[in-house]
């Protein structure tokens, strides 16, 4: 079953920050976030596999929580080239991996 | 070699066409997917290919014809496609369960 994400659209100006959030009725086995720019492929920002894990590079992160029913992306202090949609994706141990509606993010100057 | 290489790019077929899109890692990756895109819209999974078997298809209508030949290529078969199955084509690869996913640059398929 796909993840549920939220908001479905962000604009920002240069310099601010946004969350992603990405949730699940039930447990995940992995929770992948891919930026995908308009005419081009998905490209992978990172993967959380354990309960309260929490990962970044950059300004930009990710959580996963206890329960691992919900995943949330960090970007701090945006810069023009994060805009794009962001996708969460789930995957089970038998190589189902599906995605959410995703998040269009504009940052503008 | 990190890439996945799709081909073509681009494809314009008629109804009664058949043809073919072909993906390709040299990753060892042993499971593959293919995932139809429409504008606007996520990657929908179609079928998943693990260890060259196929392990996942959701559904899709018989005129999409998936084929796994060796652990590095994966075929999508195409015949008899409507206008609505017109979108962007993606492949992926990936070496296990939890582990990142490597798109390919997609076929946009246009059926006229």
């Known amino acids: 079953q796909q993840p549920v994400q939220s908001p479905q659209a962000v604009i920002l100006r240069e310099g601010e920050d946004a969350v992603i959030n990405c949730s699940s009725s039930k447990a995940l086995y992995s929770v992948h976030w891919y930026r995908q720019k308009h005419g081009e492929a998905p490209v992978f920002l990172m993967i959380l596999l354990k309960g309260g894990e929490q990962k970044g590079h950059d300004k930009i992160s990710a959580s996963f929580n206890e329960k691992k029913q919900q995943s949330s992306l960090y970007l701090t202090a945006s810069q023009l080239s994060y805009s794009g949609t962001y996708f969460c994706?789930?995957?089970?141990?038998?190589?189902?991996?599906?995605f959410g509606a995703g998040t269009r993010l504009t940052v503008k100057p | 070699d990190t890439e996945v290489t799709q081909t073509p790019k681009h494809l314009v077929m008629g109804m009664t066409n058949k043809k073919s899109l072909k993906c390709e890692q040299h990753?060892?990756?042993?499971?593959m997917y293919w995932y139809k895109q429409k504008a606007k819209k996520p990657p929908e999974l179609m079928f998943v290919y693990s260890y060259e078997k196929l392990s996942i298809n959701e559904s899709v209508p018989s005129r999409f014809s998936p084929e796994c030949p060796n652990s590095s290529l994966l075929n999508l078969h195409l015949h008899a496609l409507q206008p609505e199955d017109s979108a962007l084509y993606l492949c992926a690869s990936t070496r296990g369960p939890g582990t990142e996913a490597f798109f390919g640059q997609g076929t946009r398929l246009t059926v006229v």
């Open positions: 994706g789930t995957a089970n141990n038998n190589n189902d991996m599906r």
């Open positions: 990753m060892g990756h042993r499971a």
